[in-house]
Every structure is written in structure tokens, then in C-alpha cells.
């Protein structure tokens, strides 16, 4: 009788498959086989770590999300003031999302999935939830609500767009969003037009 290997991270190759195929071939493209051959492992194997395929896209997407969650808050809180953290959201756009092909594809698959599953809505909630904690250091609750959306807003158009976007359009949307207090100034007239 053969004995079986000791593969510890094979879990964790596997998740890591997913992501890079979808990538590659999107989630109408990603099959179990497809997976096991990129990460490696026996077919068996993803019905051993993954009940089905659902499981493991929420697995990898949660990691995925949990990735983009994490540069966010390291980004923020490395800045010190209120023009830094200006700074560190047109970076954010500009030098951490947009440089990655990779990571506007997932998460436009991500967003799909997410508007027919529940389970996928909550891992982008969870994902927006911990984004805008990020921003909250900085901006109050309305304005770093808004400055999700731009930045949300800017990783669909970049990944839709044919046109590369221009960074002082961006540092002049953050500004804009980030020079007026939130409050009560704002007409009637305004919001009815």
C-alpha cells in the first residue's frame, strides 16, 4: 500500500490555483481540473479540502479580498497627516490597483459573482467594511464613503477603459471630495437638480 505524502500547504496551493486561473480564464473558465493542474496536487484533492466548487471560489475570493484589504490599511496608516493620507488614496489607485491586470480581473469577477450570491456580497462587504475603517483614520464617515466609491469607481473604469488614466485627474477627484465638510451647507437646490 503507498504511502501517502505529507503536504501540508497543499490547501493553501489550491486557494492560490483558483485565483490565478480565474485570473487567467475567468470563473466560467475555472474547472477543478484546471485548478489541481495549476497547483499541482491529485484531482482528489479538491473534493478532500473543498466541498464543492462554490467553497472554493469563496475561499480564494475571501483570500483575494483579504489581500487587497490589508495593502489598503498598511498604506493609510503609514500616513501621517491628512495630506498624506490624500496622497496614499491616489497611490492606492494609481500604484497598488491599477499596475495589476491580475487584480482588475478578479475583482470584476468577484463583483459578479457578488451581485447574484449572497456569499460573495458578503465578502465584498466585508472587504468595503474594512476599506473605509482604513480611510475613517483620516476622513469622516461620509467622505470616506466617497472616496470608496472613486476608488472603486476608478478600478472598474481602468479595467473597462482603453485609455490609461491620468493621475492628476484622480489627485484633483480626491481633493475635491476631501475639501468639503460634510454637513448641512449643501442646498436643496443642489441635491433636486
Known sequence: MPTRRFDPDRRDRIIDATLEVIAARGVAGTSHRKIADHAGVPLGSMTYHFTNMDHLLGEAFRRFADAIADSFEVRLSSAASADAARQAVVDLIHVDLLDSQ???????????????????????????????????????????????????????????????????????AVNRITAVPPGPHVSAKVLTE
Do not use: C, K, N
Open 102 to 172: 491580475r487584480d482588475l480581473v478578479l475583482t470584476l469577477e468577484l463583483y459578479t459573482l457578488a451581485a447574484r450570491e449572497l456569499v460573495f456580497r458578503q465578502i465584498t462587504r466585508d472587504w468595503m467594511s474594512r476599506s473605509r475603517h482604513a480611510l475613517e483614520r483620516h476622513f469622516d464617515p461620509a467622505t470616506s464613503r466617497m472616496l470608496d466609491a472613486l476608488i472603486e469607481g476608478h478600478f472598474i473604469h481602468a479595467a473597462l477603459d482603453t485609455e490609461p488614466h491620468d493621475r492628476s485627474i484622480t489627485v484633483d
